[in-house]
């Protein structure tokens, strides 16, 4: 999966972790609480595997188009969009016409299922392992999972789950247990929405799901 380990992992996906709260202290501070195997944040992140597996074996041959159209429901199914979409923005989100705050939701949900869609776009025998057991902290839970054949040791990718409607959802995504892609993408979003606001961000994701990386 050759763009898996130089963009995902090199320079972490493109949304926090609440502010005051680094991503490594939430992890670490977490107890851990053995899950059933019927632990629906479990099969939430099982769930998104089993997509991301499909895609990644889809390969060069279904192209971005096709992957993208593979992964789709996967994302809708697996991730929180509309919060973090809330998150990624910050403050200024309530400051936002509905409509820029749809707009908003309806650009990062695209950007998002264009990056996957490119980043794990071949296969040669990598699996996903998933921890049995989940660390909670409030009211979120941490599923930790490797990509094995990723590297001698697998990459670590773990996720930050909370409950909406009855379903557990992730909410941030952690590369080698501590980068907090949530943070990362509130870092990189403050500058544009400081010089464009709504307008430029929409902008900024469009761009981003139309060339991903």
Known sequence: MSHFSKVMLGRVLSIPMLASVPAGAFLAASAPAMAQASDPALSTVEGLDSGLLAIMRAGAGAGQAGRERLIAPVVDRSFNIPLM?????????LSFSAHDQAALVAAFRT???AQYAHNFDGWDGQ????????????????????????????????????E???QWKIIDVYYRNDISQLSTRR????????????SALIARLNQLAANPR
């Open 187 to 198: 870092s990189d979003f403050a500058s544009v929405l400081a010089n464009g606001g709504a």
């Open 164 to 166: 909406d409607g009855g």
């Open 127 to 162: 699996r996903f392992v998933v921890a049995p057991q989940v660390m909670t902290r409030g009211l979120d839970k941490v599923v930790r999972t490797t990509l094995a054949g990723a590297g001698p040791d697998g990459e670590a990718i773990n996720y930050r789950l909370r």
């Open 85 to 93: 979409t809330r998150l990624s923005v910050g403050p200024a989100w």
């Open 111 to 113: 950007m998002t299922i």
